[in-house]
C-alpha cells in the first residue's frame, strides 16, 4: 500500500499571497486531517474532511480552507498569508476511527 | 493551560538506559496516541491506546484512564531512539482529530 504523500516539500511565499498544499492519501481512508506545527510544539488541528465533508474544525480563521476529493486526495488553501503561517503542514489519512497515517510535511515559509 | 502535557521537554540518555516519558491530559478521550517524529518532520505512530498496557519490542506503552496519565517507556535506549516523542489524544466527540502535546525530545547518547 503507498502511503500518505505531501506536496511540495517546502514552498516559500510572501504576506498576501494565496498557497495551496496538497496531500495523497493511502487507498480506501475516508478521513483527512490538516495540521499546522510551528517550530518547537506540537501539532495544531486545522480540520478534518470525512467522505468529502468537513467534519471539525480547530481554532484557525476562515482563510484556511480544505477540499477532499472522492480520489482520497485532499487540498489545504490557505489565503492572505500573514508571517506567522510560517510553519510545517501535516495531512494524516485514516480509515474511520483506526490509527491516523501521516504524511511528511509541506514546510511553507513566509517572507 | 495544553490539554495534553508532557514531561520532560527535553531527555538526553546513555546507551543502554530505562527511559519514561509521561503525558497527562485534561479531556475524555477514546484513545491516546504515541507518536514518534524525526528531523524530517515524518510522524510515525507507535501506539494507539483505551486501556491497560502494549508493548512492541523495546517499547512499552501504559495508560490510566482515572488519573488520566501515560507512560512511554524504553528499555535497553539505543542513539537510533533519538527522536521527538509526542503524546496525541482523540478527544470523546464526532471528529478523529487528534490533540497533541509539545513533545518530549530525546537524545540517546552512544
Known amino acids: 500500500e503507498t502511503g500518505v504523500t505531501q506536496s511540495p516539500t517546502h514552498l516559500i511565499k510572501t504576506r498576501g499571497q494565496q498557497v495551496t498544499l496538497r496531500c495523497s492519501s493511502q487507498s480506501g481512508h475516508n478521513t483527512v486531517s490538516w495540521y499546522q506545527q510551528a517550530l518547537g510544539q506540537g501539532p495544531q488541528f486545522i480540520f478534518q474532511y470525512y467522505r468529502e465533508e468537513e467534519n471539525g474544525r480547530g481554532n484557525f480563521p476562515p482563510r484556511f480552507s480544505g477540499l477532499q476529493f472522492p480520489n482520497y486526495s485532499s487540498e489545504l488553501n490557505v489565503n492572505a498569508l500573514e508571517l506567522d503561517d510560517s510553519a510545517l503542514y501535516l495531512c494524516?489519512?485514516?480509515?474511520?476511527?483506526?490509527?491516523?497515517?501521516f504524511g511528511d510535511g509541506t514546510r511553507l515559509s513566509i517572507l | 493551560k495544553n490539554e495534553v502535557e508532557q514531561s520532560p521537554q527535553n531527555l538526553t540518555a546513555q546507551e543502554g538506559e530505562f527511559i519514561t516519558i509521561n503525558c497527562s491530559y485534561s479531556v475524555g478521550i477514546s484513545a491516546l496516541h504515541w507518536l514518534q517524529q524525526h528531523p524530517g518532520g515524518g510522524i510515525v505512530s507507535l501506539f494507539m491506546l483505551s486501556s491497560g498496557k502494549k508493548k512492541h519490542g523495546r517499547l512499552i506503552a501504559t495508560i490510566n484512564i482515572q488519573e488520566k496519565h501515560s507512560s512511554l517507556h524504553i528499555t535497553a535506549s539505543h542513539p537510533r531512539d533519538s527522536a521527538v516523542y509526542i503524546c496525541a489524544v482523540t478527544p470523546l466527540g464526532g471528529t478523529y482529530k487528534y490533540i497533541f502535546g509539545t513533545g518530549t525530545r530525546l537524545k540517546v547518547l552512544a
Open positions: 494524516a489519512s485514516s480509515r474511520d476511527s483506526q490509527p491516523q497515517h
